[in-house]
Nanobody, 117 residues
Framework: QVQLVESGGGLVQPGGSLRLACVASGILFSNVDMAWYRQAPGNERELVARVRRDRTTVYADSVKGRFTVSRDNYEKAVYLEIGSLKPEDTAVYYC???????????WGQGTQVTVSS
């Protein structure tokens, strides 16, 4: 059974930073693309950042230069360093795994990030 467990969310002031982590189990981690999505109240879920199996990365325009995604295949983990936070970054952040071989994707339960003074 595949599980993705996120951690690291919380309440932070504007301009602050957080480090989100997602640990995977039940999956051949090195064979999947990993990504972070977010969903704010009333909005659709959107891609924030992706790190592929070959470690190439993709970022949403709204987070370029502020967020950094990375992966550790040994730890089966993906990380999202989020900095210079703005109130509009407030959302539930979800970890996602996608297998190009099986065409299956998996989701974590989400971690809340709230940016407020």
């Amino acid at each position: 059974q595949v599980q993705l467990v996120e951690s690291g969310g919380g309440l932070v002031q504007p301009g602050g930073s957080l480090r989100l982590a997602c640990v995977a189990s039940g999956i051949l981690f090195s064979n999947v693309d990993m990504a972070w999505y977010r969903q704010a109240p009333g909005n659709e879920r959107e891609l924030v950042a992706r790190v592929r199996r070959d470690r190439t990365t993709v970022y949403a325009d709204s987070v370029k230069g502020r967020f950094t995604v990375s992966r550790d295949n040994y730890e089966k983990a993906v990380y999202l360093e989020i900095g210079s936070l703005k109130p509009e970054d407030t959302a539930v952040y979800y970890c996602n795994a996608f297998s190009a071989v099986t065409r299956r994707e998996y989701w974590g339960q989400g971690t809340q990030v709230t940016v407020s003074s």
